[in-house]
C-alpha cells in the first residue's frame, strides 16, 4: 500500500493553466511497446526525527523504476532518493543488481541522477533520448513493470501545460497534466512517460479520484541534465521577488501606467535575489523578461506553449549565470535592468524551505533543546502544519523576508525542555523564539555555542520573545546533568552543529 | 463535536435589592484544596488549566432566546415582593435578545421584562418585570455562602423533558477555577456539582437548606463527559451585585500581565531570592492594563495586599489556597492592589490601581453589539475580533498572528483596531480587488489608521484617490474618489446597505429598558 499512498500526497491546485490545445492527432499511439531502457531501483533510507533531532525514523524502502539514459546515468526523482542509506539497481528482466550512487540530485525540480557501481549494469539497454516538444493534447504512455519484467503500458491525454509549485515549495516549474487511469504497481514510485518511445517526462504526483496526474516535463528534464553536465551544479534560477497582476486601471493610474499595456507590480524583494542585485526594486512593473513581454497577469507567449505564467522563463528557460535584460517601468519610466540569474540555494534562506540528508542541528543544554526553525521542523506538524504548528514559526516562516530583511541569519528556537534536575519548574517551556543567550544576540546555532561558553556569574540566560521572556540555567549544573540526559533519553551527542 | 453546552434559557430568583444587599455570605472563600487556576492572567488562548477535556470545550451556541422566557422557578418562597424587584439569569439567556418575557409557575400569564444589567464576564444578568402581578405572593430567595464540597444541592428550572418545572439533586464535586464559555476569555470561581443540568436550565438556582447558592450556567454535553455541571457561585454573584451598585457595571478589573511561577533553583539564585518557596516572575505587562508602566519584565511579585504569593502563584486565603489573581479578582474598578517586588534584586512597594484590560476584550465574544464596519466602495472594512474570526474561518497567516499576538505583543497600541478588508460587494470599481481581501489597512493616503473612526474620517476627505496601504507587503489599494461616489447609489441599492457604516461601540440599548428607565436613572 505504501506506493499508493505515497501517490496521494498532492492536492491538484489550479492555476496558470494554459489554454493552448494544439491540434495533433490524438489518435496516435504514444508507444510501440519493445524492450525499452527501464531499470527497477530499489532504495532504502531513514528519514529524520525534528523532534528528536538526535535520532533517525524508522527506515523506509521504495520500490520504483529508473530511466536509462545516455552515459550510463539513470534519470529518477529526487524524492525517491531523498533520505536514502542504500540505493540498488535492478534489471527487470534479468533480476541483477547492482549497488549505485546518487550522483546529482535537485529536490526543488525533483530530479536525481543515479549512476550504477557496476559500470557493465546498463549494458544492452539502449539509453532514452528525450523528447522536449509535448504540448498539450498529445498523448503519453505512463510504464510500469510487472513482476515478471513484463511491460505494464498506460495511456493518457496532456490536458494542460503549466506551472506549478513542486513538493519542495521553492519555486514554480513547468507541468504537464494528464488525464490518466494508472493502475498499481509495486514500482508506481517514479513512473517514466513516454511518447513515441522517448522520454517525455517522469511522474510528479497522481490523485487516483480525479485521475490526474502531473508529470515533470522533458524540457525541465533536459534543463537539469545540462545543468548536472557542469562541474557544480549550478541549480535553476530563482525569481527572487513576489509579484502582483496590474490589471486593475485604478492601481495601473496611480503608478504611472497609461494605456494597457502589461507588466507585474514588484510587491517584495528577497534580500540577496539576483533581482535585487540588478536594481529592482518594489513597485516597479516589469513589463518584459529577454524578448517576452509579460501581460497584466504575468504571462507571456511562450514559442510552444503560447499563454504561460513568466517564472517559466525562469525555470524553464533560464540557466543560472545568463545575463538577462529586464524592461521596468519605474514611476511610469521605461528602465531596463540586466539581471544575472542565480539559483537561491536552501541555505540562503532565514528560514531553510526543505532539508534531505541532512542531518538536523541541535544543542542540547542542560535539558534545554535547542534548534534552527526550518520548514522541514514545521512539516512534522503533518500536513495541516499551517495550521497546526505553533503560529508564531508559521508566521515567522511566512514572512521572513519582509521581517528580516537583512537576511543572512538563522531563527534559533527553544523547542523543548527534557525532565532532569537543572530544569525542574521549566516543564511548561517550548516553542519559544530565542533573541539572546548571557546577553548576546542569537542568530544561529553557532551563535548559541559559543554564547553559552560565556556564563555570567554562573548562570546561563536564555531570553526569548514569547513568555516567559527569561529562562536560567546554572551552568554547572547544566554541564552536571549532561551524561545524565543521555543516558536517560539515549541521546548519543548533546549537539550537532555544522 | 466536544462541546461545554450553556444550558440556556431560564430564571433564578426573584430577589429585592434590599435582600441582596444584606447577603453578605463571604466573599470568597474557595475551599480548601482548591486546585490553582489562572484568572485572567492567560487571555489570549482561553484554555483553562484543569480537566483535559476542557481545552476543546467550545462554547455552545446559547439558545434561542430571542423570546427567552425565564420562569419563576419554585413556589416554596412565595409571598411578598420587596421594593425593586429584580430576576437573576445568565447573561446568555438575555444576550442578543429583541424582545423578553417571564412566565412563573401557577400564572397562565406571559409578562413582558427587560434587562437591567448584563454582566458577560462573569455570565450573569438581572432583568424586571414592571407588572406588578408577577410579583404578587412571591418571597425573593437569599444567598448562602459556598456549598461544602460533597454537600447535597438541588437544581431547579425547566430543562428539556417537560413543561414544568424540575429539581435535580447531587453533591458538590468540585470547587475550581473554569473558564466561562460565555465570554471565552474569563476565568472565574465555579463549583461543579453532579446533579443533572441541561439545556432549559440555565439561569436556574441551585439551592441548599433553603438559599440559593449557586446559577446553574454551563456544563459538558453527554458525549464529553458525564455529570460535570457547573453553577456560578455566590462570590461571583455577590461581586456582580456590589458592582452594579452605581447604576453601571464597570466588569472585572484586572493586573494585565502575564507571570511564570518561580521553581527552578537555578533561577531563583538568579533573581536574588531564598529558597523559600515565594514568588512569581512577571513575563509581558500589557502597556494598556492597570501595570503597565508601574511593573516591568522580569520584577519578581513577593505579596500582594499583604499577602505572601508562592512561587506556584497561590496565596494563603482565608484557610484555604487561592490563586494570587483572585486577591484582584475581589476587587472593583479604581480599588488599589498593592504589590511586594523585587526589581533587580532591590525589594519595592508598588500600589496599583486596576481597570479593565480592554486589549482582552477583543479576544472574547462580543454580544448585545452591532458588529462595526465601513463599507467603501463596495469594500467592507471590519475591525478584527473573536466573532470576525470565527465568522469569516480566517485562516490568512498574518491576520491570525494579528488576532493570537494583538494583546501579547501589545499590537493594540498601534492598531487598536486591526482592520480587515473582510469582503468585497462586487461592483466594476472593485474588480479586480479580490486580491486584497483579508489585508490589514495600515495606512491612508500616508495617514496612519490606528482605529474605526480614522479610517472614516480618511474616507470623508475629498481627495483625488484613496491610496490604502495595507500591512506587509503588497501594492497598495487604489480607489478614484470620482469612481467610489459614482458607484455609491449603485452598490447601495444593488447590495442593500442601509447604513454605509457604523462606528459606535457602545452596547445596543435593550428596547425596553429605553422606554421604563432604569436604574441608573
Given at each position: 500500500?505504501?506506493?499508493?499512498?505515497?501517490?496521494?500526497?498532492?492536492?491538484?491546485?489550479?492555476?496558470?493553466?494554459?489554454?493552448?490545445?494544439?491540434?495533433?492527432?490524438?489518435?496516435?499511439?504514444?508507444?510501440?511497446?519493445?524492450?525499452?531502457?527501464?531499470?527497477?531501483?530499489?532504495?532504502?533510507?531513514?528519514?529524520?526525527?525534528?523532534?528528536?533531532?538526535?535520532?533517525?525514523?524508522?527506515?523506509?524502502?521504495?520500490?520504483?523504476?529508473?530511466?536509462?539514459?545516455?552515459?550510463?546515468?539513470?534519470?529518477?526523482?529526487?524524492?525517491?532518493?531523498?533520505?536514502?542509506?542504500?540505493?540498488?539497481?535492478?534489471?527487470?528482466?534479468?533480476?541483477?543488481?547492482?549497488?549505485?550512487?546518487?550522483?546529482?540530485?535537485?529536490?526543488?525540480?525533483?530530479?536525481?541522477?543515479?549512476?550504477?557501481?557496476?559500470?557493465?549494469?546498463?549494458?544492452?539497454?539502449?539509453?532514452?533520448?528525450?523528447?522536449?516538444?509535448?504540448?498539450?493534447?498529445?498523448?503519453?504512455?505512463?510504464?510500469?513493470?510487472?513482476?515478471?519484467?513484463?511491460?505494464?503500458?498506460?495511456?493518457?491525454?496532456?490536458?494542460?501545460?503549466?506551472?506549478?509549485?513542486?513538493?519542495?515549495?521553492?519555486?514554480?516549474?513547468?507541468?504537464?497534466?494528464?488525464?490518466?487511469?494508472?493502475?498499481?504497481?509495486?514500482?508506481?514510485?517514479?513512473?517514466?512517460?513516454?511518447?513515441?518511445?522517448?522520454?517525455?517526462?517522469?511522474?510528479?504526483?497522481?490523485?487516483?479520484?480525479?485521475?490526474?496526474?502531473?508529470?515533470?516535463?522533458?524540457?525541465?528534464?533536459?534543463?537539469?541534465?545540462?545543468?548536472?553536465?557542469?562541474?557544480?551544479?549550478?541549480?535553476?534560477?530563482?525569481?527572487?521577488?513576489?509579484?502582483?497582476?496590474?490589471?486593475?486601471?485604478?492601481?495601473?493610474?496611480?503608478?504611472?501606467?497609461?494605456?494597457?499595456?502589461?507588466?507585474?507590480?514588484?510587491?517584495?524583494?528577497?534580500?540577496?535575489?539576483?533581482?535585487?542585485?540588478?536594481?529592482?526594486?518594489?513597485?516597479?512593473?516589469?513589463?518584459?523578461?529577454?524578448?517576452?513581454?509579460?501581460?497584466?497577469?504575468?504571462?507571456?507567449?511562450?514559442?510552444?506553449?503560447?499563454?504561460?505564467?513568466?517564472?517559466?522563463?525562469?525555470?524553464?528557460?533560464?540557466?543560472?549565470?545568463?545575463?538577462?535584460?529586464?524592461?521596468?517601468?519605474?514611476?511610469?519610466?521605461?528602465?531596463?535592468?540586466?539581471?544575472?540569474?542565480?539559483?537561491?540555494?536552501?541555505?540562503?534562506?532565514?528560514?531553510?524551505?526543505?532539508?534531505?540528508?541532512?542531518?538536523?542541528?541541535?544543542?542540547?543544554?542542560?535539558?534545554?533543546?535547542?534548534?534552527?526553525?526550518?520548514?522541514?521542523?514545521?512539516?512534522?506538524?503533518?500536513?495541516?502544519?499551517?495550521?497546526?504548528?505553533?503560529?508564531?514559526?508559521?508566521?515567522?516562516?511566512?514572512?521572513?523576508?519582509?521581517?528580516?530583511?537583512?537576511?543572512?541569519?538563522?531563527?534559533?528556537?527553544?523547542?523543548?525542555?527534557?525532565?532532569?534536575?537543572?530544569?525542574i519548574g521549566y516543564d511548561d517551556v517550548?516553542?519559544l523564539?530565542?533573541?539572546?543567550?548571557?546577553?548576546?544576540?542569537?542568530?544561529?546555532?553557532?551563535?548559541?555555542?559559543?554564547?553559552?561558553?560565556?556564563?555570567?556569574?554562573?548562570?546561563?540566560k536564555?531570553e526569548t520573545v514569547e513568555d516567559p521572556k527569561q529562562v536560567e540555567?546554572?551552568?554547572?549544573?547544566?554541564?552536571?546533568?549532561?551524561?545524565?540526559?543521555?543516558?536517560?533519553?539515549?541521546?548519543?551527542?548533546?549537539?550537532?552543529?555544522? | 463535536?466536544?462541546?461545554?453546552?450553556?444550558?440556556?434559557?431560564?430564571?433564578?430568583?426573584?430577589?429585592?435589592g434590599e435582600?441582596l444587599a444584606q447577603q453578605n455570605t463571604p466573599p470568597l472563600p474557595p475551599g480548601e484544596g482548591m486546585p490553582p487556576a489562572s484568572s485572567s492572567a492567560t487571555p489570549a488562548p482561553p484554555e483553562p488549566v484543569g480537566?483535559?477535556?476542557k481545552p476543546?470545550?467550545?462554547?455552545?451556541?446559547?439558545?434561542?432566546?430571542?423570546?427567552?422566557?425565564?420562569?419563576?422557578?419554585?413556589?416554596?418562597?412565595?409571598?411578598?415582593?420587596?421594593?425593586?424587584?429584580?430576576?437573576m439569569?445568565n447573561a446568555h439567556?438575555?444576550?442578543?435578545?429583541?424582545?423578553?418575557?417571564?412566565?412563573?409557575?401557577?400564572?397562565?400569564?406571559?409578562?413582558?421584562?427587560?434587562?437591567l444589567f448584563v454582566a458577560h464576564d462573569c455570565d450573569l444578568a438581572l432583568?424586571?418585570?414592571?407588572?406588578?402581578?408577577?410579583?404578587?405572593?412571591?418571597?425573593?430567595?437569599?444567598f448562602g455562602g459556598i456549598p461544602e464540597l460533597?454537600?447535597?444541592?438541588?437544581?431547579?428550572?425547566?430543562?428539556?423533558?417537560?413543561?414544568?418545572?424540575?429539581?435535580?439533586?447531587?453533591?458538590v464535586?468540585r470547587i475550581d477555577f473554569q473558564l466561562y464559555t460565555h465570554s471565552s476569555i474569563d476565568q472565574h470561581l465555579a463549583v461543579q456539582?453532579?446533579?443533572?443540568?441541561?439545556?432549559?436550565?440555565?439561569?436556574?438556582?441551585?439551592?441548599?437548606?433553603?438559599?440559593v447558592v449557586g446559577v446553574?450556567f454551563q456544563?459538558?454535553?453527554?458525549?464529553?463527559?458525564?455529570?460535570?455541571?457547573y453553577m456560578i457561585p455566590t462570590p461571583v454573584i455577590q461581586r456582580f451585585l456590589t458592582d452594579i451598585k452605581d447604576g453601571h457595571y464597570d466588569k472585572y478589573v484586572d493586573l494585565g500581565l502575564t507571570y511564570s511561577k518561580l521553581q527552578n533553583p537555578?533561577q531563583r539564585r538568579y533573581l536574588g531570592l531564598q529558597d523559600d518557596g515565594h514568588g512569581v516572575i512577571v513575563n509581558t505587562v500589557i502597556e494598556a492594563g492597570s501595570a503597565g508602566r508601574v511593573l516591568k519584565q522580569g520584577d519578581v511579585l513577593l505579596s500582594i495586599d499583604d499577602h505572601p504569593i508562592g512561587s506556584d502563584a497561590f496565596v494563603e486565603l482565608e484557610g484555604g489556597r487561592a490563586e494570587f489573581q483572585e486577591i484582584v479578582e475581589r476587587k472593583f474598578k479604581g480599588d488599589k492592589v498593592k504589590l511586594d517586588l523585587l526589581r533587580d534584586k532591590k525589594p519595592m512597594t508598588v500600589s496599583i490601581e486596576l481597570n479593565t484590560v480592554w486589549p482582552y476584550l477583543t479576544q472574547g465574544h462580543y454580544y448585545d453589539m452591532?458588529?462595526?464596519?465601513?463599507?467603501?466602495?463596495?469594500?467592507?472594512?471590519?475591525?478584527?475580533c473573536l466573532?470576525?474570526?470565527?465568522?469569516?474561518?480566517?485562516?490568512?497567516?498574518?491576520?491570525?498572528?494579528?488576532f493570537d499576538f494583538f494583546v501579547q505583543e501589545q499590537i493594540y497600541l498601534e492598531h487598536p483596531d486591526?482592520?480587515?478588508?473582510?469582503?468585497?460587494?462586487?461592483?466594476?470599481?472593485?474588480?479586480?480587488?479580490?486580491?486584497?481581501?483579508?489585508?490589514?489597512?495600515?495606512?491612508?493616503?500616508?495617514?496612519?489608521?490606528?482605529?474605526?473612526?480614522?479610517?472614516?474620517?480618511?474616507?470623508?476627505?475629498?481627495?483625488?484617490?484613496?491610496?490604502?496601504?495595507?500591512?506587509?507587503?503588497?501594492?497598495?489599494?487604489?480607489?478614484?474618489?470620482?469612481?467610489?461616489?459614482?458607484?455609491?447609489?449603485?452598490?447601495?441599492?444593488?447590495?442593500?446597505?442601509?447604513?454605509?457604516?457604523?462606528?459606535?461601540e457602545q452596547p445596543?440599548?435593550?428596547?425596553?429598558?429605553?422606554?421604563?428607565?432604569?436604574p441608573s436613572?
Amino acid at each position: 500500500m505504501q506506493g499508493i499512498r505515497l501517490l496521494l500526497f498532492a492536492a491538484f491546485s489550479c492555476f496558470g493553466v494554459t489554454n493552448t490545445f494544439a491540434k495533433k492527432d490524438v489518435t496516435q499511439a504514444a508507444v510501440q511497446p519493445r524492450q525499452l531502457s527501464l531499470v527497477r531501483v530499489n532504495v532504502t533510507g531513514q528519514g529524520f526525527d525534528y523532534f528528536r533531532p538526535w535520532q533517525k525514523r524508522a527506515p523506509f524502502s521504495k520500490r520504483a523504476l529508473g530511466a536509462v539514459l545516455s552515459q550510463g546515468r539513470v534519470l529518477v526523482t529526487a524524492d525517491l532518493v531523498a533520505n536514502q542509506n542504500y540505493v540498488e539497481l535492478e534489471r527487470a528482466e534479468s533480476g541483477e543488481k547492482t549497488a549505485a550512487s546518487v550522483e546529482v540530485v535537485d529536490y526543488e525540480a525533483n530530479l536525481a541522477l543515479l549512476q550504477p557501481q557496476d559500470k557493465k549494469f546498463l549494458e544492452g539497454l539502449p539509453p532514452l533520448e528525450l523528447t522536449n516538444d509535448t504540448v498539450v493534447g498529445d498523448r503519453l504512455a505512463a510504464l510500469q513493470l510487472e513482476q515478471t519484467g513484463a511491460l505494464v503500458v498506460t495511456d493518457g491525454l496532456v490536458t494542460a501545460i503549466q506551472v506549478l509549485r513542486y513538493p519542495a515549495e521553492v519555486g514554480q516549474f513547468l507541468t504537464y497534466r494528464l488525464s490518466i487511469a494508472l493502475q498499481f504497481r509495486d514500482n508506481s514510485y517514479t513512473v517514466p512517460l513516454v511518447k513515441n518511445n522517448k522520454l517525455a517526462g517522469l511522474l510528479l504526483r497522481y490523485d487516483p479520484r480525479s485521475q490526474l496526474m502531473d508529470v515533470i516535463p522533458a524540457p525541465i528534464i533536459t534543463h537539469f541534465l545540462k545543468d548536472a553536465a557542469k562541474p557544480n551544479y549550478p541549480g535553476f534560477p530563482s525569481i527572487g521577488f513576489s509579484y502582483f497582476p496590474t490589471r486593475d486601471p485604478q492601481l495601473r493610474k496611480y503608478s504611472g501606467e497609461s494605456g494597457n499595456g502589461g507588466g507585474v507590480y514588484v510587491t517584495g524583494i528577497e534580500p540577496g535575489a539576483a533581482v535585487q542585485k540588478a536594481g529592482l526594486r518594489v513597485g516597479d512593473i516589469v513589463t518584459a523578461i529577454g524578448n517576452s513581454e509579460l501581460d497584466q497577469n504575468g504571462n507571456y507567449i511562450d514559442p510552444l506553449y503560447k499563454k504561460i505564467d513568466f517564472t517559466n522563463l525562469f525555470t524553464m528557460r533560464g540557466y543560472s549565470g545568463e545575463k538577462v535584460p529586464f524592461k521596468i517601468h519605474r514611476q511610469g519610466q521605461p528602465m531596463q535592468l540586466e539581471v544575472t540569474l542565480e539559483h537561491r540555494s536552501a541555505d540562503d534562506y532565514i528560514i531553510p524551505p526543505y532539508s534531505r540528508d541532512e542531518a538536523p542541528q541541535y544543542y542540547i543544554l542542560g535539558g534545554l533543546i535547542f534548534q534552527e526553525l526550518t520548514r522541514q521542523y514545521l512539516r512534522e506538524w503533518g500536513t495541516n502544519w499551517l495550521k497546526d504548528a505553533p503560529q508564531r514559526f508559521v508566521y515567522l516562516d511566512r514572512f521572513q523576508w519582509e521581517l528580516f530583511p537583512e537576511g543572512h541569519r538563522r531563527i534559533v528556537i527553544l523547542s523543548q525542555v527534557l525532565p532532569v534536575n537543572g530544569t525542574i519548574g521549566y516543564d511548561d517551556v517550548g516553542y519559544l523564539t530565542v533573541t539572546k543567550i548571557n546577553g548576546k544576540e542569537v542568530h544561529s546555532l553557532e551563535d548559541l555555542a559559543a554564547a553559552v561558553q560565556q556564563p555570567v556569574d554562573g548562570f546561563v540566560k536564555v531570553e526569548t520573545v514569547e513568555d516567559p521572556k527569561q529562562v536560567e540555567l546554572d551552568a554547572n549544573q547544566a554541564e552536571r546533568d549532561g551524561p545524565r540526559l543521555q543516558e536517560n533519553f539515549g541521546i548519543p551527542v548533546l549537539q550537532r552543529l555544522k | 463535536m466536544v462541546r461545554r453546552v450553556i444550558f440556556a434559557c431560564w430564571l433564578i430568583l426573584c430577589a429585592g435589592g434590599e435582600v441582596l444587599a444584606q447577603q453578605n455570605t463571604p466573599p470568597l472563600p474557595p475551599g480548601e484544596g482548591m486546585p490553582p487556576a489562572s484568572s485572567s492572567a492567560t487571555p489570549a488562548p482561553p484554555e483553562p488549566v484543569g480537566p483535559p477535556l476542557k481545552p476543546s470545550a467550545a462554547p455552545a451556541p446559547p439558545a434561542p432566546i430571542v423570546i427567552a422566557a425565564p420562569k419563576q422557578p419554585n413556589g416554596k418562597i412565595e409571598k411578598s415582593v420587596v421594593a425593586g424587584p429584580r430576576i437573576m439569569t445568565n447573561a446568555h439567556v438575555v444576550s442578543n435578545t429583541r424582545y423578553l418575557t417571564v412566565e412563573r409557575d401557577g400564572d397562565p400569564n406571559k409578562y413582558p421584562a427587560r434587562v437591567l444589567f448584563v454582566a458577560h464576564d462573569c455570565d450573569l444578568a438581572l432583568i424586571t418585570v414592571d407588572s406588578p402581578d408577577f410579583y404578587k405572593n412571591m418571597v425573593p430567595l437569599t444567598f448562602g455562602g459556598i456549598p461544602e464540597l460533597e454537600s447535597v444541592v438541588s437544581a431547579y428550572g425547566y430543562p428539556i423533558g417537560g413543561e414544568r418545572m424540575s429539581v435535580t439533586t447531587g453533591i458538590v464535586s468540585r470547587i475550581d477555577f473554569q473558564l466561562y464559555t460565555h465570554s471565552s476569555i474569563d476565568q472565574h470561581l465555579a463549583v461543579q456539582i453532579s446533579a443533572q443540568i441541561n439545556p432549559g436550565n440555565s439561569g436556574g438556582p441551585v439551592m441548599q437548606n433553603a438559599k440559593v447558592v449557586g446559577v446553574a450556567f454551563q456544563g459538558y454535553s453527554g458525549d464529553v463527559a458525564q455529570g460535570v455541571a457547573y453553577m456560578i457561585p455566590t462570590p461571583v454573584i455577590q461581586r456582580f451585585l456590589t458592582d452594579i451598585k452605581d447604576g453601571h457595571y464597570d466588569k472585572y478589573v484586572d493586573l494585565g500581565l502575564t507571570y511564570s511561577k518561580l521553581q527552578n533553583p537555578a533561577q531563583r539564585r538568579y533573581l536574588g531570592l531564598q529558597d523559600d518557596g515565594h514568588g512569581v516572575i512577571v513575563n509581558t505587562v500589557i502597556e494598556a492594563g492597570s501595570a503597565g508602566r508601574v511593573l516591568k519584565q522580569g520584577d519578581v511579585l513577593l505579596s500582594i495586599d499583604d499577602h505572601p504569593i508562592g512561587s506556584d502563584a497561590f496565596v494563603e486565603l482565608e484557610g484555604g489556597r487561592a490563586e494570587f489573581q483572585e486577591i484582584v479578582e475581589r476587587k472593583f474598578k479604581g480599588d488599589k492592589v498593592k504589590l511586594d517586588l523585587l526589581r533587580d534584586k532591590k525589594p519595592m512597594t508598588v500600589s496599583i490601581e486596576l481597570n479593565t484590560v480592554w486589549p482582552y476584550l477583543t479576544q472574547g465574544h462580543y454580544y448585545d453589539m452591532r458588529p462595526r464596519y465601513i463599507v467603501f466602495g463596495g469594500l467592507l472594512f471590519q475591525p478584527l475580533c473573536l466573532d470576525l474570526m470565527e465568522a469569516y474561518q480566517m485562516t490568512d497567516p498574518r491576520v491570525r498572528h494579528f488576532f493570537d499576538f494583538f494583546v501579547q505583543e501589545q499590537i493594540y497600541l498601534e492598531h487598536p483596531d486591526v482592520i480587515v478588508l473582510t469582503n468585497i460587494l462586487p461592483d466594476p470599481t472593485n474588480t479586480y480587488l479580490t486580491p486584497y481581501r483579508a489585508s490589514i489597512v495600515d495606512e491612508v493616503n500616508g495617514k496612519k489608521i490606528g482605529t474605526l473612526r480614522d479610517l472614516a474620517e480618511a474616507f470623508a476627505e475629498t481627495p483625488d484617490r484613496f491610496v490604502i496601504k495595507m500591512v506587509g507587503e503588497g501594492p497598495p489599494l487604489v480607489l478614484e474618489r470620482s469612481q467610489v461616489e459614482g458607484a455609491r447609489e449603485r452598490i447601495r441599492s444593488r447590495y442593500n446597505v442601509i447604513q454605509e457604516q457604523n462606528l459606535d461601540e457602545q452596547p445596543i440599548a435593550q428596547p425596553a429598558q429605553a422606554s421604563a428607565g432604569g436604574p441608573s436613572s
